[in-house]
């Protein structure tokens, strides 16, 4: 089992700027699954942004031209950039990984790792 820990979260005004960061116990993150989801007061969990497999950068309409995923040149640090944060934002947020099975195959579906979320809150 691998433990995700989200951290850089805390309160800022609208119009500021957040870096999240996630870690996996030094453990590199895989093409597998690498995103960062959020979930909202009274919502349901959704997308903010992934590294698809193929490394492609996916975003929420929500996020898109405000929020950057990243991963450092070890790619044992998994970041989102936020700026431009608006109330709306206010979330707690998650990292989300998954790693090959073995012979090399990653599971299907969603990514299967979580964190225990850092929460973010914008005020106006």
């Known amino acids: 089992q691998v433990q995700l820990v989200e951290s850089g979260g805390g309160s800022v005004e609208a119009g500021g700027s957040l870096k999240l960061s996630c870690t996996a116990g030094?453990?590199?993150?895989?093409?597998?699954?690498r995103a960062w989801f959020r979930q909202r007061p009274g919502k349901e969990r959704e997308l903010v942004s992934r590294?698809?497999?193929?490394?492609?950068?996916v975003y929420a309409g929500s996020a898109k031209g405000r929020f950057t995923i990243s991963l450092d040149n070890a790619k044992t640090t998994l970041y989102l950039q936020m700026d431009s944060l608006k109330t709306e934002d206010t979330a707690v947020y998650y990292c989300?990984?998954?790693?090959?099975?073995?012979?090399?195959?990653?599971?299907?579906?969603?990514?299967?790792?979580w964190g225990q979320g850092t929460q973010v809150t914008v005020s106006s």
């Open positions: 989300a990984a998954d790693w090959p099975q073995l012979g090399g195959y990653c599971p299907r579906g969603q990514e299967s790792y």
């Open positions: 030094g453990r590199a993150f895989s093409s597998c699954g």
């Open positions: 590294f698809s497999r193929d490394d492609t950068e």
